[in-house]
């Protein structure tokens, strides 16, 4: 089975404080995504990569970083943490190969942020 | 532009009934993928199908089924004798073969009440 999984469930964090938010994959996925899921809005696309090293801006990349030093991780970066940034954040994974477009991502159980 | 629209934010049923989520798409793109994925309170998207735009045959997945009109650029989802283990949120969701960041671009979400 595919596994992603989140490094906390819950977080809370003060206005300013810079946040990491870390991923992993066991599946030897080359791609990546963060998303953050709001009330609404369903899932937008924050970062993602499609190799090590490699990332690209999504939808919303504002107040965000990334860093993929290795292929099974991929970290969220709030550089300095600011209300509007309270959400769940969902991290994905998929495979490379051929047809990208077609293969389904597998998501981790989220992270819930609270920024005071 | 690409869109999802899922126009029913909540739907309560009572256990047995049959229910069918909406799901309307925007694409200029002619080779896309339509997706549902179920996140149960637990917060994890659980993949439930993946559809190419290619192939309109309905799908029936045990009580699932999903049917497909690219005429009216629908993917709506059925369940038949629903359950209380079907309360969750479902998130219909498009991707398109010409985007090189293989993201998905999701609806807002139905949630789906199930009422013993």
């Known amino acids: 089975d595919v596994k992603v999984t989140q490094s906390s469930r819950y977080l809370v964090k003060r206005t300013g404080e810079k946040v990491f938010l870390e991923c992993v994959q066991d599946?030897?996925?080359?791609?990546m995504f963060w998303y953050r899921q709001d009330p609404g809005l369903g899932l937008r696309l924050i970062y993602f990569s499609y190799d090590v090293k490699m990332k690209e801006k999504g939808d919303i990349p504002e107040g965000y970083s990334v860093s993929r030093e290795k292929k099974e991780r991929f970290s969220l970066i709030l550089e300095s943490a600011s209300t509007n940034q309270t959400s769940m954040y969902l991290c994905?994974?998929?495979?490379?190969?051929?047809?990208?477009?077609?293969?389904?991502?597998?998501f981790g159980p989220g992270t819930r942020l609270t920024v005071l | 532009a690409q869109k999802v629209t899922q126009a029913q934010t909540e739907i309560s049923v009572v256990e047995k009934e049959d229910v069918t989520l909406d799901c309307v798409y925007e694409t200029r793109d002619t080779t896309y993928y339509l997706f549902w994925y179920k996140q149960p309170p637990s917060g994890e998207l659980v993949f439930l199908i993946r559809r190419n735009s290619f192939d309109e045959q309905n799908e029936i997945s045990g009580r699932y089924s999903w049917n497909f009109q690219k005429s009216t650029s629908s993917f709506n989802f059925t369940i038949t004798a629903s359950q209380v283990v079907d309360s969750a949120v479902y998130f219909c969701a498009l991707s398109e073969a010409w985007d090189s960041s293989y993201k998905l671009i999701f609806g807002s979400g139905t949630r789906l009440l199930v009422r013993p």
């Open positions: 599946m030897d996925h080359e791609n």
């Open positions: 994905a994974s998929s495979t490379g190969a051929s047809g990208r477009a077609n293969n389904e991502q597998f």
